[in-house]
């Protein structure tokens, strides 16, 4: 395999599939894979993920993938639940997570007049000026479907505001992550994964 | 601030989008990829495909048409109609689709609400709720895709739209069959009644005939998100103007890709 392959993490996600789709629309052809080796030697690693934290870390467990992504070098990007999951630890179900992220994922509170899931396009604030996942898309629309989201924290790369704002993305080293999907975020969600491609 | 949601209805039936009065006599409307992309490109938020004869058939939803979507369009979608089990909304969401929407299978089986929510998460189950007004009070019917098997459910519509939620649905769409195909705004009466009891995202369906009732039914019913299938279909609303115009009234609406 290429150093230069991009490797979706294969967790079980159910969106792993429209991750691949909209990389295809990119021109770029992922593999999907849970090789703890084909997973270290990609040049670029997407971590999917829709569903519970509990059943999502158990999965990384079981495949033997946790010290794999935690000791990876290249470009990760975190969708979604593969963003929670790179936090310390999650409320949804009590979960510990991998740790790459400071602090804790939360659920939304209660508030009146606010559904929960989240769900919807919400404009993003970006907060790192030198990003370059989300160069370009300050103020731009982006699709969200969660019920749990770090607040904002150290590795806050941008955040949405929903009752109050919360972290739509971070960045830390090589580690990029959305709470967002921007494998359904028309243009602005191309632009993203385009960045990500060129990192 | 999280947008309106404007959101084409596809109803599909043998692979083509059609479109019926009050659920009557369908007519062919075009390819369902064609269309899907057609309102992507103009700013829609979500489409939803009714597969409107997969239900009372007795059958489940074709994939093949899910995943052609899927692989077309960069917005998200939920596929209705045909999904029963498990096993049914794993394929049509390892196929692309972001949410399933479950209507007479829910009503027949409520305890699939639950199934289907461990299985993928709430965000992924979207209750559908076809609900009149009867001299008891609104009402749910099942079997809507056919009007010889459309028949009441026996449940009032506010106590299921309830129930729906304590067994993990993330999404009501209330479908209005008084208002639906009649064009003169959504029932903004019931959809209050729903708001009410409705914590999770509610989307308004049946009766859009013009960009007002966009606007009465966002801000007097304060739904989620509005569906709406024959204005879009025969272009008498266009996504990009009905956009523009309610981010003039001050709602919350993504256009910027609106071309």
Known sequence: MSKHALVIVENGGSNINSVRFALARLGVEATLSDDPDTIARAGRVILPGVGAAGPGMATLQQKELVECIRGLKQPVLGVCLGMQLLFEHSEEGDTPCLGLFPGQVRHFPERPGLSVPHMGWNPIRVCQPDNPLLRGLDGRYFYFVHSYAAPVNAACAATCDYGEPFCASAWKDNFFATQFHPEKSAAAGARLLENFIQL | ?259
């Open chain 2, 1 to 259: 601030m999280l947008a309106k949601r404007i959101i084409p209805c596809l109803d599909v039936a043998e692979g083509k989008v059609v479109k019926g009065v009050r659920f009557r006599d369908h007519q062919v409307m075009g390819d369902i990829v064609e269309l899907a992309r057609r309102y992507a490109e103009e700013g829609a938020d979500e489409l939803v495909f009714y597969d409107i004869t997969a239900s009372p058939q007795g059958r489940s939803v074709d994939v093949s048409w899910v995943e052609r979507v899927a692989r077309e369009i960069d917005i998200p979608f939920c596929v209705a109609g045909g999904i029963r089990d498990v096993e049914s909304a794993r394929r049509v969401l390892f196929s692309g689709a972001d949410k399933v929407s479950i209507n007479t299978p829910a009503l027949e089986n409520p305890a699939l609400i639950t199934e289907l929510a461990d299985a993928f998460g709430t965000q992924c189950v979207v209750v559908g709720v076809d609900s009149i007004r009867t001299e008891q009070g609104y009402q749910v019917k099942q079997y809507t895709g056919d009007p010889d098997k459309s028949r009441f459910a026996h449940k009032e519509t506010l106590a299921w739209i309830k129930e729906a939620q304590q067994r993990g649905a993330g999404e009501i769409v209330l479908n209005c069959m008084d208002t639906d195909g009649v064009k003169k705004g959504y029932h903004i009466e019931h959809l209050q009644q729903a708001r009410a009891v409705c914590q999770v995202p509610l989307i308004a369906s049946g009766g859009a005939g013009a960009p007002e009732h966009f606007r009465e039914v966002f801000e007097q019913a304060r739904v989620d998100g509005a569906l709406a299938a024959s204005v879009f279909h025969s272009a008498s609303i266009r996504i990009p103007e009905l956009k523009a115009w309610l981010a003039e009234t001050g709602l919350p609406v993504r256009w910027e890709q609106a071309a």
